[in-house]
């Protein structure tokens, strides 16, 4: 079955700080992978995506993510982590047109100063 | 080109009652799918329709329904409200195109009392 598994329910970090957030995927075929960002009360938007090619993938904000297959991982990373990141983020598989995208359960981010 | 917009933002029913969402998607996107976010569950597929068509569904009792309208315009229904169906809802707009991801209004909050 497909799933996603974010392991940290929440992260703090120190301004200026590199970020890395993890996420595991489970999918029987080659996986379509995204991760979102969800402001309080906020819909979800788009931070990447990686569907084919060079696993590392760069995105919004300064954000990038590595896809690695061996390790059925995609994990986010930001080298410097500013106030205005604070949110939940949430690491998705999905299939190409995007529709039944499966979530993972959201990691939240603070940012102390 | 607009957004995916959700509506209404806010809503409180009381329990028993029904209530009905409204989702209209992206010019030219023909596939709407639907997602329950509480603090519990975290983010569940609903269901998902495509040309007028339920086309996937996630694991949702029978109160939970939906349509699509001719232009696409997509709306969800819940019957019998109970506390518990009280939810952001998110609707996602896909274009069923090769290498997309959703796209998400920004939710109707649900409050049942």
């Known amino acids: 079955a497909q799933s996603v598994t974010q392991p940290d329910i929440h992260i703090t970090v120190s301004e200026g700080a590199s970020l890395e957030l993890r996420c595991n995927y489970s999918y029987g075929a080659t996986p379509y992978l995204f991760w979102y960002v969800q402001s309080p009360g906020q819909g979800l938007q788009l931070l990447l995506k990686?569907?084919?090619?060079?696993?590392l993938v760069q995105g919004i904000k300064g954000f990038e993510a590595e896809f690695k297959r061996s390790q059925s991982s995609f994990n986010l990373r930001k080298p410097s982590v500013h106030w205005s990141d604070a949110a939940e983020y949430f690491c998705?598989?999905?299939?190409?047109?995007?529709?039944?995208?499966?979530f993972g359960a959201g990691t939240r981010l603070f940012v102390k100063a | 080109k607009a957004g995916v917009t959700q509506t209404p933002r806010y809503l409180i029913k009381t329990r028993g009652q029904q209530v009905t969402l409204s989702c209209s998607p992206i010019?030219?996107?023909?596939?709407v799918s639907w997602y329950q976010q509480t603090p519990g569950q975290g983010l569940q597929f609903l269901f998902e329709?495509?040309?007028?068509?339920?086309?996937n569904k996630g694991n949702f009792p029978g109160r939970f329904s939906g349509r699509q309208f001719s232009n696409s315009r997509s709306e969800m229904n819940v019957s019998t409200l109970e506390l518990g169906d009280s939810a952001l809802y998110l609707c996602?707009?896909?274009?069923?195109?090769?290498?997309?991801?959703?796209?998400f209004g920004q939710g109707t909050r649900l409050t049942v009392v």
């Open positions: 990686y569907f084919s090619g060079d696993t």
């Open positions: 329709y495509f040309s007028e068509t339920q086309r």
């Open positions: 998705a598989v999905g299939n190409t047109g995007g529709f039944k995208t499966i």
């Open positions: 996602a707009s896909n274009s069923d195109s090769l290498n997309t991801e959703a796209f």
């Open positions: 010019s030219g996107h023909r596939s």
